[in-house]
C-alpha cells in the first residue's frame, strides 16, 4: 500500500512537472511579436498603416519602413503599431514594410504598397449598401479572417477604404473601429463621379456579366473613365453616351 502511495506521488510530480513546462513554454511563445496582417487606411493627404498583431509584448519594438530607390529607410516618428504617412503624390504608388522586434523574435512583414489616390481621398468616408446576399463581417482582408458579425441585405455602411477584393468599413465593435467584407456585396453610389484608369486592357459590359452578348468593346490600359457607382465587383461607368459595366479589379482610381 505504501509502494502505490509513492507510486501516484511520482506520477502526480511527472504530471505537475509536465503541465509547469506546457504552460512556461506557451508563455515563452507569447513574448514573441508575431504580427497577423499589415491593412491601409486612406486618410487625409496619405494612408494610415495598421499591424494587427497576433502577439503584442510590451517590449517590442516597431520600425515602419519605405522602399527608396532599391533601399529600405525607416520612417521618423515610426515606433508603434499604427503609422501615418501624408503629403504624398497623386497617382504614385508607395512601397511599406514593418519590422516588429524585441530581444526573443524579430519579424519582417512582406512589402504592401499603396498608390495615393486624391479622388478616393475626397470621395471616403462614404455611405454603401449590402446588396446580393447577407456578408460576414471580418477581422482582416481575408475570407479566412474571424468573422466578427453579419450583415444582411439593404443594411448600411460607413466605407472607409477598398482593399484589393475588400473594403473596410467602420465598425464599433471591432476593437480597431474597422473591419472587412467582400466588395462583391457593395453597394455605393458616386456623387460627383470619380475619374480612374484600367490598369490593363479589358471588355466594357452593358450588363453586370461577362456573357458575350452583353460585351461592348474591348478598351486598351490608361483609358480613363468616369465611374457612377460600385455595384458589388462591378464599376458603373458610361460609354459613348451609354451605361458601361467594367470589372472593379481593372480599374484604378485617380
Known amino acids: 500500500m ?12 511527472c504530471v505537475g512537472a509536465l503541465c509547469t513546462l506546457a504552460i512556461g513554454a506557451s508563455a515563452a511563445k507569447a513574448t514573441r511579436p508575431a504580427i497577423d496582417t499589415i491593412t491601409m487606411m486612406p486618410i487625409d493627404g496619405g494612408v494610415r498603416l495598421i499591424a494587427i498583431m497576433r502577439a503584442a509584448p510590451e517590449d517590442t519594438e ?7 530607390g532599391n533601399n529600405w529607410s525607416t520612417m521618423p516618428d515610426s515606433n508603434q503599431a499604427t503609422y501615418e504617412r501624408i503629403g504624398m503624390e497623386n497617382g504614385k504608388s508607395y512601397a511599406f514594410r514593418l519590422i516588429a522586434q524585441n530581444a526573443r523574435a524579430r519579424q519582417i512583414t512582406p512589402r504592401i504598397t499603396f498608390t495615393y489616390s486624391s479622388a478616393q481621398d475626397a470621395l ?16 482582416t482582408p481575408s475570407l479566412k479572417g474571424t468573422k466578427l458579425s453579419m450583415l444582411k441585405i439593404g443594411e448600411s455602411v460607413t466605407v472607409l477604404g477598398f482593399e484589393k477584393a475588400f473594403v473596410m468599413i467602420e465598425h464599433t465593435e471591432a476593437p480597431s473601429g474597422f473591419a472587412y467584407i467582400s466588395a462583391n456585396y457593395l453597394n455605393m453610389a458616386l456623387e460627383p463621379a470619380l475619374d480612374a484608369i484600367v490598369s490593363k486592357r479589358c471588355d466594357l459590359f452593358s450588363d453586370k456579366n461577362t456573357k458575350k452578348e452583353t460585351r461592348i468593346t474591348t478598351i486598351p490600359k490608361d483609358t480613363p473613365l468616369k465611374l457612377m457607382s460600385r455595384e458589388g465587383a462591378w464599376w458603373r461607368t458610361e460609354w459613348e453616351g451609354k451605361m458601361a459595366y467594367v470589372q472593379a479589379g481593372f480599374v484604378t482610381l485617380q
Open 62 to 68: 516597431y520600425r515602419w519602413q519605405i522602399l527608396d
Open 124 to 139: 471616403l468616408p462614404a455611405a454603401g449598401t449590402i446588396e446580393g446576399k447577407a456578408t460576414p463581417v471580418l477581422a
Open 2 to 13: 505504501k509502494h502505490r502511495g509513492v507510486k501516484l506521488l511520482c506520477l502526480l510530480l
